[in-house]
């Protein structure tokens, strides 16, 4: 997310009440979560294991719980709690706001665009030419569809990110402020979801294709042409890649890449990046050829056990 105007480092610790280390001058342009950061960003970090991730990161702000040397070209903000700091900053710049309207006078409907009744639009959504939007579908804040798109119904584009983080009295929510970016030509079928960025974008790429009941978690990127089959759940920040086929029921956990022309049979799970071009099977997937022998292997332990007895 970029802030309206730059804020110098003094600026945004005297909004916050916190203390800095660095250039009082030093610019911050906006906020981002670690996978996303580009320079003038700030990151939050609050546990050791990921300090030294997060002050060489592209951010060149860090808002940290620990006083530490300020890396080159970059500026500090100390805190007792940086996500609490990360979420008051994120609201006071993009608060989640909801027009009492069925559709937003914020957002851009083309002329040729096709909208149910029923369809509810956010603000700032832009829905492109020849585009047809089903009964009953939702589109969030801050939701881009492309031109020649299907929504089918009851699908909802742009739901909150499910990123909480773990306090003693339950759970806190990381505020969402982020959006969703459907490519052209992209068909979503019925009942699926698709979460918007914390920070920055969730995207479908054009020419992709999504069968009914299927979950995008929130900063996924999904490539062009990719073909998806139904109930198959993404989790978040996972880089899909171009021409990727993922069949029934396959499960992607968080932070993983699947290359280009992948295929993953149905009712696997993914559980570590896999290279592109190849077929795999299973859970956990593996190359599909290997893993029916493995599987073949298995089938006649019970007749080898027999015999060694």
Not at 71 to 92: C, M, Q, V
Not at 93 to 111: D, E, H, M, R, Y
Not at 206 to 230: E, M, P, R, W, Y
Request: glycine letters at 12%; hydrophobic letters at 40%.
């Amino acid at each position: 997310m970029q802030f309206p105007k730059a804020l110098a480092l003094r600026e945004l610790a005297e909004q916050l009440g916190l203390s800095f280390a660095g250039d009082p001058n030093h610019l911050v342009t906006g906020l981002n979560e670690i996978h996303r950061v580009v320079a003038g960003d700030m990151v939050f970090v609050d546990h050791p294991k990921y300090y030294d991730k997060a002050l060489a990161s592209a951010a060149t702000t860090v808002l940290i719980n620990k006083e530490v040397e300020v890396p080159e070209g970059k500026g500090l903000l100390i805190s007792d709690d940086p996500f609490r700091d990360f979420n008051a900053i994120a609201r006071y710049f993009a608060p989640n706001t909801f027009s009492p309207l069925a559709k937003s006078i914020s957002s851009q409907v083309a002329g040729s665009a096709q909208v149910h009744d029923t369809a509810v639009i956010g603000e700032r959504v832009v829905i492109g030419e020849r585009s047809i939007i089903g009964a009953g579908v939702v589109l969030g804040n801050d939701v881009m569809i492309g031109d020649d798109c299907i929504i089918h119904a009851n699908s909802v584009i742009g739901g909150d990110a499910f990123y909480y983080k773990k306090r003693e009295d339950g759970y806190e929510k990381m505020h969402t402020c982020g959006g969703v970016e459907v490519g052209d030509r992209v068909e979503i079928g019925a009942l699926c979801s698709i979460d918007r960025g914390v920070t920055a974008i969730t995207r479908i790429g054009s020419g992709s294709k999504l069968d009914n009941q299927v979950h995008v978690g929130h900063d996924t990127l999904i490539g062009k042409d990719c073909l998806f089959a139904a109930q198959v759940g993404i989790a978040g920040c996972v880089q899909i890649e171009d021409s990727v086929t993922l069949w029934g029921q396959v499960g992607v956990p968080s932070d993983l890449t699947i290359g280009k022309g992948a295929v993953v049979l149905g009712q696997s799970g993914v559980t570590k990046d896999l290279e592109g071009g190849v077929t795999y099977f299973g859970s956990p997937a593996e190359e599909a050829r290997s893993k029916y022998r493995e599987l073949a292997m298995i089938r006649k332990l019970p007749d080898i056990i027999r015999k060694l007895g």
